[in-house]
């Protein structure tokens, strides 16, 4: 599919593993240029490589703390300098830590906002900065399933995703006046380098009980996140802003899902 996007500039934080990197490669193949960044060199270096070997030369990667302002706007600068502006923002930065609430610190608290909410925050502002003068542009936060559905131990995750959700909103009004698209995507578990060491070993029963409330009963593919993203970006989704799109496998989506596999005889009729 043709999605129309060629030539033009992508820019995916959190681009250098997991899902950022498979939406950064999604954007490549379809004819965009490409910056990513991240923090650590070595990741960065390792996927900047990866692409160069997959035949990609339009990619610009930088390290960049996402939670810190300035460096934020100074990438988005540098990326502007680089391929001339910027049409497509993804925030992919985020993660999780197990903590009880009654156990969480004020340092734990605000890593988890400067983590989840304030880097997409920063990443909207200095994308806008540059979608606003051509007016067009579409951005993609990256929120999770645990937005709408809080995972015990992990609630600092799940409430700064759903801010986030909020913030998508928010920035998706205040910048329609500038044709300026502004979405979240919801994952379920993805295989990543946050998520395999919660994940059980593939074909145990552990591995079925996990994923005993999906409808597609295993872990996603990163590009299955990926892939979607850039279709929200693309023109084919000119008519969508303001909106949270589930990529989950179906979690939770029903109750008394048994029911389905206790009448499998009927249903494959
Ligand atoms: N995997 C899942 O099951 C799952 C499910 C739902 C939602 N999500 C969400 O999807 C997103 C990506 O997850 P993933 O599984 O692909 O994780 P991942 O492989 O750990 O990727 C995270 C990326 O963000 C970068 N990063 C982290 N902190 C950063 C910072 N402060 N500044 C700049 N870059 C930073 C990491 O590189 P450096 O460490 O080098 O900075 C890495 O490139 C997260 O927002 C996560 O909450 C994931």
């Not at 909410?117 to 990443?123: I, Q, T």
Request: aromatic share 12%.
């Amino acid at each position: 599919m043709d999605l129309k996007m060629a030539g033009h500039v992508a820019v995916v934080c959190g681009g250098s593993t997991g899902i950022g990197f498979a939406t950064a490669l999604t954007f490549l193949k379809e004819g965009c240029s490409v910056a990513i960044c991240s923090r650590s060199e070595a990741k960065l270096e390792k996927a900047y490589k990866e692409l160069m070997d997959l035949g990609y030369s339009n990619v610009y990667a930088e390290s960049v703390d996402m939670t810190d302002e300035k460096s934020v706007y100074a990438f988005a600068d540098h990326v502007a300098e680089k391929f001339g502006t910027i049409h497509y923002w993804v925030n992919v930065v985020g993660g999780s830590m197990p903590r009880a609430l009654n156990q969480a610190s004020s340092e734990d608290f605000d890593r988890a906002v400067a983590m989840n909410f304030k880097s997409a925050f920063f990443g909207c502002n200095a994308a806008a900065k540059y979608m606003k003068k051509q007016c067009y542009g579409a951005i993609v936060n990256v929120t999770s399933m645990a937005h709408w559905r809080p995972a015990a131990g992990r609630t600092l995750y799940g409430a700064n995703k759903a801010a986030l959700v909020q913030l998508t909103k928010g920035f998706a009004a205040e910048l329609s006046p500038f044709h300026i698209r502004v979405n979240s995507v919801s994952p379920g578990l993805v295989m990543s380098e946050m998520s395999r060491p919660f994940v059980p070993e593939e074909g145990t029963e552990e591995f079925r009980k996990f994923f005993k409330e999906y409808l597609i009963k295993r872990p996603g593919e990163a590009r299955e996140i990926g892939e979607p993203i850039v279709l929200l970006c693309s023109p084919a989704f000119g008519f969508t802003t303001a909106t949270d799109i589930k990529a989950d496998g179906g979690v939770d989506a029903v109750y008394e899902l048994q029911w389905v596999y206790e009448n499998l005889d009927i249903l494959s009729q």
